[in-house]
């Protein structure tokens, strides 16, 4: 199973939405404090919607309290800086997809330290950068693809359209 890890969030809405991601694709969410918000939050309630009871959610006070336990995985850091597309990483089942606050993102020496783990979404000359929520959509479902989707459970899709 996957593994997002939010360092320090502040939006509601966009855990609320990354919440929703990981119960529909049997992903975990570690949240590292401080965060932005209640957990009891409407706005995060209601982003995520009754999904919110569904998810496999951990807190932490640091993200090196959570780097600490996981020592052994594999560690991808989202961030504009990225020299590499997070379409050219090769993602394990088990890895930790780490993205940072919404107004200033993962800390720098973080991503020195981890340079060739830390990866980008392409974007068109001067966008700042993707709201958080839809960065950990497209990483979660690269992650999968190149898993051949195989946490996901297809029953109940149509296999074959009927004419």
């Not at 996901?152 to 359209?161: D, M």
Request: hydrophobic share 35%; proline share 4%.
């Amino acid at each position: 199973m996957l593994n997002i890890v939010l360092v320090e969030p502040e939006i509601p809405s966009n855990t609320g939405n990354i919440v929703r991601t990981c119960v529909a694709t049997g992903s975990v969410l570690h949240l590292i404090r401080p965060l932005g918000f209640s957990t009891d939050d409407k706005m995060l309630k209601r982003a995520g919607l009754d999904y919110w009871y569904d998810a496999e959610i951990h807190y932490y006070d640091s993200f090196d309290e959570l780097r600490q336990k996981y020592a052994d995985k594999q560690f991808f850091y989202f961030s504009t800086k990225g020299q590499r597309v997070y379409a050219q990483a090769q993602f394990q089942p088990d890895c930790f997809l780490v993205f940072g606050k919404e107004t200033r993102g993962l800390d720098e020496q973080l991503l020195h330290d981890n340079y060739d783990s830390t990866l980008r979404v392409p974007m068109k000359g001067d966008t700042r950068s993707l709201n958080l929520s839809n960065t950990v959509a497209l990483a979660v479902y690269e992650a999968l693809r190149q898993q051949g989707f195989a946490q996901l459970n297809p029953t109940g899709h149509l296999t074959k359209f009927d004419t």
